[in-house]
């Protein structure tokens, strides 16, 4: 039960090694953009990765050249998916969502935290968490699209030109 098969040992481990430095070589040659967690497309593929590298190191019906076909499968596709993404507005669109509004000069949009099914405690506590103790002390809380919350003081909102992406309800932008 501790052991099964001593032979299995050695296996995980030369291919741990190996995998380990495709992974990196991969990764490295992909760039930074590959492993990064901006929105839900992100962590699916990084979740992916993860998966897939734990299939090679634990699965011996899956050669090493099998996973390591699909590491850099993986890594391809994402890369070409942000390359094409940053040049291609609707597949941008197909991939990312948009950012959202879900507190507006102190006021909670309540149509806006029910589609994105966010209450009003979370938001409280997002502004908690940034020392603040009073919705009216806010000007803005945004629905981010990595799921994370960006709370911004009256003090802080400037111009507010760093909100002219962020949706407002389902047509309207925030902002200036």
Known sequence: ???????????????????YVLLVGVLRASGKRTLAKLNAFDLVVTV???????????????SFAEGAAALV???ALQFAATW????????????KSTPTLL??????LTAAMRRQRVTDNEIRQAVRAQGVGD?????????????????ITRQQMGDG????????????????
């Open 1 to 19: 039960m501790l052991l099964d098969n001593p032979q299995e040992l050695w296996r995980v481990t030369a291919v741990g090694v190996l995998t």
């Open 48 to 62: 992916a990765l993860g998966s897939t590298l734990a299939t090679i190191l634990l699965s011996g019906d899956v």
């Open 73 to 75: 499968l993986l890594v």
């Open 84 to 95: 094409l993404s940053v040049r291609w507005a609707p597949l941008r669109s197909a991939l």
């Open 103 to 108: 507190l507006h000069d102190g006021e909670l």
């Open 135 to 151: 919705l009216a002390q806010v000007a803005a809380v945004v629905l981010e699209t990595d799921g994370s919350f960006s709370v």
């Open 161 to 176: 030109t760093a909100l002219e992406d962020v949706t407002r309800g389902t047509t309207r932008r925030a902002g200036r």
